[in-house]
């Protein structure tokens, strides 16, 4: 029978995330992450009731140690064990205290499946974790089931005593050393850019290798290979990388534009891997705020539930939660946020349902870090980020309050999802937005400030900006802060492309499509014109040469394959193809298109397993979707689309 | 400068404590332990300051991977890291996946120790776990420093088929074969008795080898080994066991009873391994009930406060505490009394420190398991065990009722020692007290009965037993609960050794030392006399042969070798030679020594680091400590003990 690996539910995105977050090198050190680890469940019992169609028997294969329990009769594993025809109560029992415990059944007559549950401390039934791509009984899931692409050098240079290989473009692979002589002593430097590979003082990834004749290096992202020490050597790579097809596309009469488009996809689809990782190079590892940037990404690139459900899992990790998500109280907030914007894209109940109780002990972690006021605060190791800005972090911060408001007013959506009780979450939102008004909403300043406790009435983008976004500022409010803030040039711009994505997403929810123009074929393009294949973390104009690749003081420390800067995949799909869900799992969804300064625009957006194609020139507007639910909205009139039939408007 | 391997404090103990409750194996398969399973922090942070006396480097060696901070400056492991004359702010980061995290700086002007720290999530200082025998940087603290012996078979016999190994005792080793052919196909059956190594139908352990010369086989229990298939072999094992010289003896006119003492402390020593297991065979496993009773042998044998820090540690494990102490309600309550009972023998206020959180979070479990009358009842999947016996467990059942009383009072003064506020235990044991005389006492039986929810007015011993051992009975009740339970022929006799240890040590505090004479000299001596070399884990007089083998429906499935057999070390120990702690850690001690019915008894008893030897025959009574705090007390009267200064009493 179809028989699939079973785990505790969550662990094997657990598990595979520890891994993740602890392979970070540089300078030839081991740097893992610093904050908490949560970790597999070591003894799981999994049960089930099945129902032999015929005598037949099993047998039992393990990751780890254990046995099974037929009808209360117990069984080693490895073993044919006979099974009668009729219903069997099935019990395995298995340890691991390396790796991630799992069983699976090979059997004529019964199967390891979705069916199968373990047990909590209070005996409700928890459906096992499983995943298609391990039915077999010799997949190993500690094996993350990447696929490998050949990659070969597009040039190769003599230079500076060495070779330079250049791939072309921005990979994340195993290197492959072959025809050298073992006598030989190779120096191994890898480079985003062509100046970090040659600059062996101060590359961050470099490897020395000896005594073999053909070699196979670690994963590690590069488009550069600066070899010394071998005149023989012949390179190719292996591109690793989880398949996720694009069902998202966007095309325009500006090619610069389409390109941006593709290098953010190609950047996001590096990126993509056992979970969401902020970066290929540096870090390497799951943050709470990227990965919430790229949640919204995902569903108008590839629509994948999968990498977005295993970086939720990974972030949060398990109980006791004692610390916030990375240290950082927004990524926190953030996260249960990401579980509303889940829910909301894939439509997926059996998900809440299981990350819920989660869901609640973090907002319990929370509450106990709330000052007199209850607005939440840090404390003893907290890291209050919001952003690298200037920002006044004295006492109570106010964009850390919006998302508070906003992770609130999540869980009471949450709440009704599964038919829990989330009264006290709305009525904390509301308590929360009127203190937040009464607090830190300056009328003088007609915005709202960054603190009220040290009466120095700071001003800056963020806090005006969530409160846009989260629809905390009402009416008047916000047309006080478009003008007071978002449009004032003397208010500090926003320094980093993570909180551009906010500040965009906010403009394009203004409906002002124009900014993300210009921001997409200024900012975007800058990084295009210098050669670019995958997005920047952080990209200054005003920089040149080798000064575009430093960061934190050292050289190269910039990561310059950055998933945050990949958010022109949603605001190109969300505010120009203008498609968006209005129920959950696009059940309903509404295409508004706007062409903006763009001639034509044409593009298509994942929806409930299908797409919506939008074409827009000045001429004619041409919409279709492959399934039901969508609503075209074009200059005040709806327009009800029915699945694969073409709504064509000409002007 | 000496250096130790740290850790996360605990975590080493836990780390051992899940390889043993994952070793057992019978019938051919693994049969890991089926309770909840804690493990290490995998990320761990190391903290302390160091004044390096000159100009010096160091090299980081780690069991994981990660990096040292000097100053905030990262350096990799296995480096050569320059320290300057001074102070230096030190900080070591280390992931271990699948292992024990651990660090060790060699260096001539810093070193690891206890002196270096982890952070709570509140930021207080947890000094790091670390252990003498870890000090070197080739020290691997995932493997247990284990001692080993060779032992040979005492005698060897043609039989059945195959060849008879008798090593002459039980042990508990790695068995080698030596000397043999790789064609022959061997099957070796282990086994405690005679009969369960030549029944290869049914022997617990058993295994089939092949393919080489010579073979050693895992650390299993066995005195006779049978061996099939080869005729050739020559078989040694290797004890392992950890060096714990006995400290405490006991010698008296009866032959038997000196050979039952020497029996029990084998017994003791052959289960005092990374942590007290129950036994030997059978499960292996670290039970909370069998390890609390050991707690209270130890201190009369070796007074190694190590094994029970370890096990105490191992049986706790870590956050969220979700799950009764191997399921068993009775076994989180016996663990609060443990640590207490451990405070009391070695006076280390530091654990108490470390520990405490860990016990006010079970308490906080046990109390989300009361009823309306603040009883602690079953809840889930709880286990209310208290004893193999017929008791009437209907709603909340009185011997657990003592416990939780006796676990209050233990909260109470664990909060004391370490200047917490324990008001809330004092009062829980206060009101429970009240209570549990309301609702359980009869008057009409004159004794504490089971249940007061059936209305069976069933009596047993067991809470009867705790009643009088932990001060819950006033003087009027415990005489009645001598007259009508303990000396009621009409009541249950107790069926386990396990309780025994209880209705012992409640007959001792009752002075009734002929009983416990008695005791050793029918039941204790009834295993000798059929040949026993450790305690058995059950034993009935009224069985024959191979029948005491047998146990839980399988032949040979009684543990041979159970420590919880070994209580005469206490009580020869505690009641005839008298010696018990009045101040922790021995800081006072008292010496009432009784002859009972011996003709003299001699012995020695551990008091803080020293011991005290009694004496005492029908014409003399002498008495001598190694350290100051004794006194003894004789008919009445006190006599205050110096420091090597013997008492001679004579009559």
Redesign the interface.
Known sequence: MKSYWIWNCGDYEIFHT??VN?RRQQ???????????Y?V???V?FLTKVQAPRDGQLILHLNG???LKVDGV????EKQVPIRRGEHALEI?V?H???LPAAYIESDVAATDGTWYT?S???EKIPVGWDEKYDKPTDDPETFPFSYETVVPVCTEHTDGGILYDFGKEIFGLLHINGVCAQERIHVSYGESRQEALDTAFAVVQEDVAGQSAYCLRPRAFRYIFLTGTASAQLHAQLEYVPLPNKGFFRCDREDVNQIWQMCAYTLQLNMREVLTEAVKRDRWLWGGDAYQAFKFVPYLCSDSGIVRRSLIGLRGK??F??HINTITDYSLLWVMGVLEYYENYGDADFVRFIYPRAVSLMAFCAGREDENGFIVKK??DWIFIDWADMDKTGAVCAEQMLYIAANRAMAKLAQVIGADGESFTQKAKSLTDKVNRFFWCAEKGAFIDSFTSGRKNVTRHANIFAVLYDIADEAQRESIVRNVLKNEDVDKITTPYFEGYELDAMGKLGDVDYIYHMLTTYWKGMLDLGATTVWEAYDPQQSGVEHYAMYGDRYQKSLCHAWGASPIYLLGRYFLGVAQTASGYETFEVRPQRGQFGFVDGAVPVKGGYVRVTLSQKELCVVSTVDGGTLVWQGARYPMEKDKEIRLTF
């Open positions: 520890n891994r602890s300078y030839g050190m081991d740097y893992p992450a610093f904050w908490r680890f970790d469940d070591r003894n019992i140690t254990g046995y117990m069984y080693g594993d029992h340890v205290l390396s790796g047990r401390a209070t005996l109980e006791p004692c610390e003893h190791a």
